[in-house]
């Protein structure tokens, strides 16, 4: 059964910590493998485009990335290239109900993950894409977008990530 999840809001501090590496052992578990089904229900539900662990109270480095219909689980993601060229778009977060705001972001990135099945890959994205890899793994780390954007505003039309 899919469990939707409750999503962490800020100033929650389990969101500006650290999360750490999985351990690639669990993938075989049945609670890791529904850990990560229950997130993508979640995101769906919550009409985001992205989130990652530490925004439903857990520290790992696992991140659900939707594209289109599809939602692509990434483990332990790592982003080996950023392009030097940026863009600023409008972002919001499921964290942060309400707030938007620009950042600016590389356009392309390079990234090295591991899929659920334990696979290791890596993939270039770009735009929409690219952008929100770039904030989920920021949330691996505790940064959220309103560390990032130049201003914050309370009436916005982009996604939350
Ligand atoms: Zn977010």
Redesign the pocket.
């Known amino acids: 059964m899919l469990k939707i999840l409750p999503i962490l809001r800020h100033p929650n501090p389990l969101l500006r910590q650290r999360a750490k590496e999985v351990d690639l052992k669990v993938l075989t578990e049945k609670i890791f493998q529904d850990l990560a089904e229950d997130m993508i229900a979640t995101m769906w539900q919550a009409d985001?485009v992205?989130?990652?662990a530490p925004?439903i109270g857990q520290g790992l480095r696992l991140i659900i990335v939707a594209s289109g219909k599809q939602a692509a689980t990434l483990i332990n993601p790592v982003i080996i290239y950023k392009s030097f060229r940026k863009e600023v778009m409008e972002?919001?977060?499921?964290?942060?109900p309400g707030l938007f705001g620009p950042v600016k972001r590389s356009k392309t990135i390079r990234y090295r993950a591991y899929t659920r099945e334990g696979k290791k890959v890596s993939f270039k994205a770009e735009g929409l894409t690219a952008r929100i890899i770039q904030?989920?793994l920021?949330?691996l780390n505790g940064v959220?977008?309103i560390d990032r954007a130049k201003w914050i505003a309370s009436v916005g039309t982009s996604a939350?990530?």
Do not use: R
Not at 91 to 96: A, F, H, R, T
């Open positions: 985001g992205g989130l990652a925004q972002e919001g977060c499921l964290s942060v904030h989920e920021d949330h959220l977008f939350e990530l």
